[in-house]
């Protein structure tokens, strides 16, 4: 299956990889954002998650991200539920073709000391509205692919 491409990039030659993760993290109907202050572009819903460091994997990064964005201490599936590809402009002003793996998971503690990233803050909402809500298109179309899968995913039946 192909990997989607979101964002608009003027010259893709001139913009460079960047392998990231991301968390879809549901407690209790709702899923985990983050509400990132841009200069110049206000308040911004975004998914956990960000770049890879040296020598980490795609659950690694997510599972980090999620603690110094959020506070949160994720459990997170093993392998990404999709993948999607985004031209997106980054703070230092390069636009780079974010490469996100995108997690499944649950909420397993929350520890404010892991949180390090200031300007983030943790939001919850409903998935629906995050749809919405969210400013990246990446972002919004993993969450919909994730709404999928559980609606999808095969009900345990009782034994009668």
């Known amino acids: 299956m192909a990997i989607p491409q979101f964002g608009v990039a003027v010259d893709e030659a ?3 990889d960047r392998p990231a993760a991301f968390a879809v993290i549901e407690r209790g109907g709702l899923i985990a954002l983050v509400r990132v202050s841009w200069l110049g572009r206000g308040h911004l819903l975004h998914l956990p998650g960000g770049g890879m460091d040296p020598g980490e994997t795609e659950v690694q990064a997510a599972i980090r991200e999620c603690g110094e964005e959020a506070g949160l201490v994720a ?3 093993a392998a990404p539920f999709t993948r999607a590809d985004h031209f997106f402009l980054h703070h230092d002003g390069v636009v780079r073709n ?3 793996a995108f997690f499944a998971g649950q909420v397993a503690a929350e520890n404010h ?4 990233e200031t300007d ?4 919850w909402l409903d998935p629906f509205e995050a749809l919405t809500q969210l400013d990246r298109e990446s972002h919004a179309w993993a969450v919909a692919v994730w709404l999928r899968l559980r609606v999808r995913a095969p009900r345990a039946t009782s034994a009668r």
């Open 98 to 100: 974010t490469r996100g």
């Open 14 to 16: 001139a913009c460079p």
């Open 120 to 123: 983030h803050e943790l939001v």
């Open 75 to 77: 459990a997170l599936d």
């Open 113 to 116: 000391a892991l949180k390090i």
